[in-house]
């Protein structure tokens, strides 16, 4: 069952609705893969905790931390 924080709409329409902690830690381009991997999931699986994995699962295929603990664009 998908449980839903009150006030909170999903999909995700823009990245400024993301949890702080996505948008606290990661780079503008990787909270759009993030916000496109969860809205996808949500739709799909209709879990929001199923979704939010698969959000971090993908900006993790394209982006990594660094010594600074700041996520960063992986080398191709």
Same mark, same amino acid.
């Given at each position: 069952?998908?449980k839903?924080?009150?006030?909170?709409?999903?999909?995700?329409?823009?990245?400024?609705?993301?949890?702080?902690?996505?948008?606290?830690?990661?780079?503008?381009?990787?909270?759009?893969?993030?916000?496109?991997?969860?809205?996808?999931? &949500?739709?799909? !699986?209709?879990?929001? +905790?199923?979704?939010?994995? @698969?959000?971090?699962s993908a900006? &993790?295929?394209? !982006?990594?931390?660094? +010594?600074?603990?700041?996520? @960063?664009?992986?080398?191709?």
């Amino acid at each position: 069952m998908s449980k839903r924080r009150k006030g909170v709409e999903m999909p995700y329409k823009q990245i400024t609705q993301l949890p702080d902690n996505v948008k606290n830690n990661l780079p503008k381009h990787a909270q759009e893969i993030y916000k496109e991997a969860f809205n996808s999931a &949500e739709d799909q !699986y209709g879990e929001e +905790d199923r979704a939010h994995r @698969v959000g971090w699962s993908a900006v &993790e295929n394209k !982006y990594e931390k660094n +010594d600074k603990g700041n996520w @960063v664009k992986k080398d191709s």
